[in-house]
């Protein structure tokens, strides 16, 4: 990993806890193009629903520059399953 995607994987992560609190963080790698995949969401299990909220689904270049996904840290998308109600 570069320097550069570390930076820019460090300015996004502060940037969406800085409003959203404490997230869970997952890297990727494309070893062919030497993309970074940052995946930034959080899973919440309740008793009858199962919803995960994703902030950030993103793929960062050598550069450090975002190619293509979603980052949106006022709206992210949110899943909801109900996984016990068949």
């Known amino acids: 990993m570069t320097t550069s995607q570390e930076n820019a994987i460090e300015r996004i992560t502060r940037k969406v806890e800085r ?3 404490n997230l869970t963080l997952r890297i990727g790698y494309n070893l062919r193009k030497g993309h970074v995949l940052l995946n930034i969401f959080k899973v919440r299990d309740l008793t009858h629903t199962v919803t995960t909220t994703t902030f950030v689904d993103v793929e960062i270049n050598t550069k450090g ?3 293509k996904g979603f980052a949106n840290e006022y709206e992210p998308k949110v899943e909801k399953i109900y996984p016990y109600l068949n």
């Open 19 to 21: 409003l959203n609190g």
């Open 65 to 67: 520059n975002i190619t």
